[in-house]
């Protein structure tokens, strides 16, 4: 977990900290991105530092084969923010960067539970956590529309009319879709769609409000809502 959770951060923190370094902060429009550029040397640090302690612990504590397989994520997250921040930046026809996310932290995920999960268990967790991952990719590149067009990034929302309306009905037919799928699966298998229903909801009501939030507010409430997880956790503990 601690090696998971350092490893996300260690992508997002690059991520950050790469476009920070690239923007005019003339047209920087978040906090977090202020945050990247003022604090861009100590943030490089800090960066070194959980790198090398993640090695530590990884290292350590994993099994050859845990390492091997997390291995296997570093090309395809090197790509991405070599696409993402630089080669294919403001091209319309790449990627779609909520797909991608979405993906690359499913796959992060899968490769610590595909030994010790059941198929069944496993397809259902992946698939739901894929799908809540995506809508929350989704819903916040609806929410800051402004924020991607001012920082030259491309967006499903920046694509068409037509996306960034059907973005606004991803969580609810997520959640719709969860549900109908708990009343044909084992009993192993509700757990983690019940979760991804949870936050589809929870999501949902976090869009519903956006506009009296704020889209700050929205995308710390929508990413909350993607801990439901934990709850099942907390009670078998």
């Known amino acids: ?56 612990v990884a290292l350590t504590t994993m099994g050859v084969g845990e390492i091997a397989r997390g291995l296997i994520l570093v090309a395809p997250v090197l790509m991405y923010l070599l696409s993402h921040q630089f080669l294919h930046r403001t091209r319309q026809w790449r990627a779609p960067k909520e797909v991608v996310v979405a993906a690359l932290l499913t796959a992060g995920i899968t490769v610590f539970v595909w030994p010790v999960s059941r198929p069944s268990v496993l397809a259902a967790g992946l698939a739901t956590f894929a799908v809540v991952s995506f809508v929350n990719c989704a819903l916040i590149s609806s929410w800051e529309r402004e924020v991607d067009r001012a920082h030259g990034q491309t967006s499903l929302a920046l694509d068409s009319t037509h996306a960034a309306r059907v973005i606004r009905w991803l969580p609810w037919m997520a959640a719709v879709t969860g549900a109908v799928l708990i009343t044909s699966l084992e009993r192993t298998a509700i757990a983690p769609i019940a979760c991804g229903v949870v936050s589809a909801i929870a999501m949902g009501l976090v869009d519903r409000m956006e506009h009296r939030l704020g889209w700050a507010a929205a995308r710390v409430l929508a990413d909350i809502a993607l801990l439901t997880p934990v709850a099942p956790l907390l009670w078998k503990a």
Request: net charge positive; no cysteine.
């Open 1 to 56: 977990m601690v090696v998971l959770a350092a490893s996300v951060w260690l992508a997002y923190a690059a991520d950050r900290w790469i476009e920070g370094w690239r923007l005019d902060w003339r047209f920087v429009r978040t906090q977090r991105h202020h945050f990247y550029q003022r604090k861009r040397s100590t943030v490089a640090a800090l960066w070194l530092i959980v790198f090398s302690v993640n090695l530590a």
